[in-house]
């Protein structure tokens, strides 16, 4: 199997419901995150991380994603002619991610599921491994995910997951990994993953979040997942569950990831994440910070 990773997929063919009426004729991926879509910070970590083809797996309605990357020379040009040539330099910028990130898109087909989307975009993946993020994750480090994540798998050359420390009290949100040993450095070898159990069922203090290394030996599953869902036409194609099977055989590792995790999903980890973003901005940050003391100092009506 390669050690190297090159390739990676953006799933991006939801539908934001969660957001509506936000997203209503918005794609949740473009809504922003300070000064750029969500999806871009994306890219942005894939491309930082030595990722050379990255593909966006869309569905009807998502064309907005495809005309952000789209190099744009036309409007470059008129705003350099203008004298505007910051936000030319910052749009060029852009189109280039579409260049250094080798960006396809692909048509979503098949069953209901985070799954499908994996499946779609790992043909003609050979023995390589690929990156899955998703698209309404920002992660703010020093290191990007992407990177912890490739670290961990030229570890080990086995699938990895993305895990972060929890409270116990929420394990019902999550996917929690079976934990067999740790390996230090925030490596630990698991032997599965229990979706959203009580408390007091959780069987460690990690919760699985966006970001898993796919291994060959996780699409056959997947595969596998789908043909049984053609058969029966029941139930969805998960992620999850192909690499609960895999895993049942065959190592798997979580990599404790060093950094912050905004989820965008709904509206008020929407709202943190920009928040938190508008905080971050040299610029913007002690105008916002003074104007939540002045709202907070405000009597109530």
Not at 203 to 210: D, K, T, V
Not at 261 to 273: H, Q, R, S, V
Request: hydrophobic letters at 40%; charged letters at 20%; proline letters at 8%.
């Amino acid at each position: 199997m390669s050690t190297t990773i090159r390739r990676a997929v953006i799933p991006a063919a939801g539908l934001g419901s969660r957001l509506l009426p936000l997203t209503k004729a918005t794609p949740k991926e473009m809504l922003p995150v300070g000064d750029k879509p969500v999806i871009e910070h994306t890219v942005r970590e894939l491309v930082a991380s030595g990722i050379t083809d990255i593909t966006i797996v869309v569905s009807g309605g998502k064309g907005l994603i495809q005309d952000h990357f789209r190099p744009n020379p036309a409007l470059i040009a008129q705003l350099r002619a203008d004298g505007r040539n910051a936000y030319a330099d910052a749009v060029e910028e852009v189109g280039d991610l579409s260049r250094r990130g080798h960006i396809t898109y692909l048509d979503q087909h098949g069953p209901y599921g985070n799954g499908t989307p994996v499946l779609n975009a790992a043909r003609n993946l050979g023995d390589e491994p690929m990156l899955v993020l998703w698209p309404d994750d920002v992660f703010v480090a020093g290191t990007p995910r992407a990177q912890q994540l490739i670290k961990a798998y030229e570890a080990t050359s086995c699938p990895v997951l993305a895990l972060l420390p929890m409270d116990p009290a929420d394990s019902h949100r999550y996917g929690v990994p079976v934990v067999e040993e740790d390996l230090n450095d925030g490596l630990l070898r698991i032997t599965g993953l229990v979706e959203k159990p009580k408390p007091q069922d959780a069987p460690s203090a990690y919760a699985a979040i966006g970001g898993y290394v796919v291994t060959p030996g996780i699409v056959d599953e997947l595969r596998r997942q789908t043909q049984r869902w053609y058969e029966h036409r029941t139930g969805e194609v998960y992620l999850t569950d192909a690499i609960n099977a895999y895993a049942a055989g065959h190592a798997v590792y979580g990599q404790v990831i060093e950094g912050r995790w905004y989820d965008t999903g709904n509206p008020l980890a929407y709202l943190t994440a920009q928040f938190a973003a508008a905080l971050a901005d040299p610029e913007y940050g002690p105008h916002l910070r003074r104007l939540a003391q002045e709202v907070g100092e405000t009597p109530s009506a």
